[in-house]
């Protein structure tokens, strides 16, 4: 069995005979109306967009709420669509991992198309750009992808290129792609366009139109583009809904295909991009899932609720986000990500047995988090994190890693523990923090790559990594920090949300990482006398 059109249309019985369910729609038709009338395009090719957004437009197909599908687009190279697109007709295999029952099994084929927004296939995005019928542009490129400017704030060498190349030129940066579309559009009739933020990011839609609009004015100011076009960006013609999503899709699994492999279907094997990332024609994922999207579609869009997605307003949106965002969920994956290398896990759902761990999370989550939410009216909170420490995250069946949790840590603290630390300042509580500021000093002896045993410890991909390392030094391991080097990196509101200097916490930070770095077992030690 291989995993493309032919297969699941003449060998239909021998699929779901193994259990899978079937698109049930003719993939081709979908494909070919997706050309000639896209609707939806989405940056970001990999698995929460296959694993989870491809499968609420299967939904959509199926039930005949949509008549195309989705155009996939990788914003740098073509290797994804080579490898794990191309050779299986755009198909999915998503494999449901459950805490407890059976794999579900589904093969999605809403993929309308797989593009890379470089070279010929950039032309067919701006002829997309310009279509009448197109409603959003969606987007899961991570938080770095939406980034223009480092820790400093200064722009990054590369958006500087596309500054400097104009709409015309060779783009570097996502938000320069977006932004060159955007004025494809305004110059086949300034027609309307919701774009859509779908990742982890504190208002979202925020952040995508303050990268995008850096572009656009900075394009202006060279010449390159007329005001008319900033003042169309501007002027809810094109609109950047905020939005909550959750659902764990970790690295493909060799369990998973090893199973899959057993039941006789080919080519499954994950392989390594020159990226780093790891890709594979399957996305194991875990069951539990939310999407919260705030309801601005100037152009109308799918009935995405009719797929289980929460339509909604701005502020309920923002509660639901900083529910999980900042409080139930993300929080409790940075605590065990970074805690969990230095500790020499490998899984996280392994962390949820280390009695340290389980307990550093459910006291995060219910003594230091749910104090300051507010619920957002459509989830309990209570309701939210309890499923998050009873059921998803000891979930030994989802094969995720502290050290995938760990990638780009820099660009998630803001966002995990920022917002928090704000609201107990607005409280003037800052001093009842202990966890929080714990965690923040786990993240800096993590820096050092030296693990909690003495050994040197691989660190996760990370955009400031250089940066950090020429301030954070293993040479400290034994010993102490540079206390004022530290202190002026806590004092980075960009890096942690908020100067942790003026917020009160630098002194119990700085305590923590000086224990923690007495030598080994004393991250181990520390984390238990904080505990206790």
């Known amino acids: 069995m291989k995993l493309n059109t032919q297969s699941i249309v003449n060998e239909s019985q021998l699929w779901q005979e193994k259990g899978f369910v079937l698109p049930g729609y003719d993939t081709d038709k979908i494909k070919q109306k997706t050309s000639d009338s896209p609707v939806w395009v989405h940056f970001g090719a990999g698995n929460i967009f296959r694993g989870y957004i491809a499968c609420l437009a299967d939904e959509l ?64 995005l701006k002829k997309y750009a310009e279509s009448d019928s197109l409603q959003m542009i969606s987007f899961t490129i991570t938080e770095k992808g939406y980034a223009v400017e480092d820790m400093n704030g200064q722009l990054f060498p590369f958006v500087e290129e596309d500054i400097k190349a104009g709409p015309g030129g060779e783009l570097n940066s996502a938000m320069s792609i977006i932004a060159a579309l955007l004025y494809a559009r305004f110059k086949a009739g300034e ?40 003042a169309y960006t501007e002027s809810g013609r094109v609109t950047f809904p905020w939005s909550m999503i959750d659902k764990i899709t970790p690295r493909p699994d060799a369990g998973v295909c090893a199973e899959l492999t057993a039941m006789g279907i080919e080519g499954m094997e994950p392989v390594k991009t020159t990226r780093g990332t790891f890709i594979a024609p399957f996305v194991n994922a875990e069951m539990p899932q ?34 999980k965002v900042m409080t139930c969920l993300n929080p409790l994956h940075t605590a065990l990500a970074v805690f969990g290398c230095l500790l020499g896990h490998t899984k996280i759902a392994d962390e949820m047995n280390d009695p340290d761990l389980k307990k550093l999370v459910y006291d995060l989550g219910y003594k230091e988090g749910l104090p300051v939410v507010i619920d957002p009216g459509m989830i309990r909170p209570e309701d939210f994190l309890k499923e998050v420490l009873e059921q998803r995250l000891p979930n030994s069946y989802l094969p995720d890693t502290p050290q995938r949790i760990a990638t780009d840590t820099s660009q998630k603290l803001a966002i995990r523990f920022g917002e928090t630390i704000k609201a107990y300042a607005a409280k003037g ?90 030598g080994e077992g004393a991250v181990r030690k520390t984390l238990r006398e904080k505990l206790n």
């Open 290 to 323: 939310y999407l919260v999207i705030e309801d601005s579609f100037p152009n109308g869009r799918p009935p995405l609720e009719k797929a289980g997605v929460y339509m909604t307003d701005r502020e309920t949106v923002d509660r639901a986000e900083k529910m």
């Open 61 to 124: 197909i199926k039930s005949g709420d949509m008549e195309s599908g989705i155009v996939a687009v990788d914003s740098f190279d073509n290797e994804t669509i080579e490898k794990i697109y191309d050779p299986f007709d755009d198909l999915v295999l998503l494999v449901g991992l459950p805490a407890k029952g059976e794999m579900y099994l589904r093969v999605i084929g809403s993929i309308g198309g797989a593009e890379c927004a470089k070279g010929e296939g950039f032309a067919r």
């Open 191 to 230: 027609k309307p366009l919701a774009l859509v933020s779908m990742d982890n990011c504190s208002r979202n839609g925020d952040k995508l139109k303050q990268g995008v609009m850096t572009v656009v004015k900075a394009w202006q100011q060279k010449g390159h583009v007329g005001a008319d076009f900033v």
């Open 429 to 518: 509580s800052t001093e009842s923090l202990v966890l929080i500021p714990m965690v923040i000093a786990a993240w800096l002896r993590y820096l050092t790559a030296i693990d909690d045993k003495g050994q040197p410890m691989e660190l996760s991909a990370d955009p400031m990594l250089e940066e950090l390392k020429k301030t954070v030094s293993p040479e400290w391991y034994g010993s102490k920090c540079d206390r004022a080097a530290v202190t002026e990196i806590l004092k980075n509101a960009t890096l942690f949300g908020t100067d942790l200097v003026k917020a009160g916490l630098a002194d119990k930070i700085l305590e923590d990482l000086d224990s923690m770095l007495a």
